[in-house]
């Protein structure tokens, strides 16, 4: 009678075995692949304003090379982790794709012991990167289910030093400031004034501008003093729109025009045509 227990102990002890090393090969392969474009990245970063290949972009790969990114998108999107696309959260939002996030985290260019604001939390990924580089991540997300899900998915990483807020970003974190870097990962006519006010001089705002999401550049602005900023383009880009009290209007008067790159071509998109002024 205790051979067939015997039996099942063994089958279930095989089954535990089998799963554990699917698990491990599966995680394996997610790192090969997070290698792997890790590299894509710097190759085309490289390839498109050689510049642009520097030690903070070094920095910002080796933050995206530390995320897992295929536990910030769903159980079914999990094989398209690792390519260069956005891919959908949910609530008409998306995951960036991660050239996009490490271009834009290589220009804000967090560091150890700094402050960051993000606005537009989606699924925590740049919240997660953003976290490798500084000591406090404050990031705010306007859609209560994806503020709730990235803050339990966060905390679920270890990641101790991200605070997720909901609501419109448009007003910054006032009790939070001043940044060091603040990341926008959503297109505008123009930069909020509060975020511009929180942002420490010397600090860097990273954030898609242009009159229409097919008319945005990604714009660098670097506070230089109280009342003066510079600023350049990494080139076009297109986003999802800022939402709330900075949505954009349609036929907005925002800017257009080009401004002066930060390198000595684009690395947003290179191969992306913003559509023609109306």
């Given amino acids: 009678m205790k051979a067939p227990c015997h039996s099942a102990l063994s089958i279930g002890t095989l089954v535990v075995a089998a799963l554990a090393a699917s698990a491990t090969a599966q995680d394996h392969g997610f790192a090969q692949a997070r ?19 520097n030690a903070a972009l070094g920095r910002a790969l080796s933050a995206v090379g ?53 606005i537009g939390t989606g699924s925590g990924y740049q919240a997660a990167v953003l976290a490798r580089l500084s000591a406090q991540v404050s990031s705010i997300e306007i859609v209560p289910q994806l503020a709730d899900q990235a803050r339990a998915r966060l905390a679920g990483l270890g990641f101790a030093n991200v605070e997720v807020r909901t609501g419109d970003g448009y007003a910054g974190w006032p009790e939070r400031a001043p940044f060091d870097a603040i990341i926008v ?17 010397g600090g860097r705002l990273v954030m898609p501008i242009g009159r229409s999401w097919a008319t945005e550049q990604i714009l660098v602005i670097t506070r230089t003093s109280d009342t003066d900023y510079r600023r350049c383009s990494l080139g076009w880009s297109m ?35 913003p559509a023609p002024p109306r």
Avoid: K, W
């Fill in 239 to 273: 986003f999802v729109p800022l939402t709330g009290r900075g949505e954009r209007a349609p036929n907005s008067n925002g800017l257009f025009e080009r401004l002066p790159l930060c390198f000595e071509d684009e690395v947003a998109h290179p191969d992306f045509e």
């Fill in 66 to 118: 530390g995320v897992p990114r295929e536990a910030f998108v769903s159980p079914e999107q999990q094989a398209d982790a690792y390519r260069e696309t956005p891919l959908p959260i949910g609530y008409d939002q998306s995951i960036s794709d991660p050239y996009t996030v490490a271009v834009m985290t290589a220009a804000a260019d967090p560091r150890p012991g700094g402050r960051v604001l993000d």
């Fill in 35 to 53: 290698a792997a474009m890790v590299e894509s990245i710097r190759a085309a970063v490289r390839a498109a304003a050689p510049s642009a290949d």
């Fill in 185 to 201: 990962a959503a297109g505008a006519a123009r930069v909020p004034q509060p975020l511009l006010d929180q942002l420490r001089i």
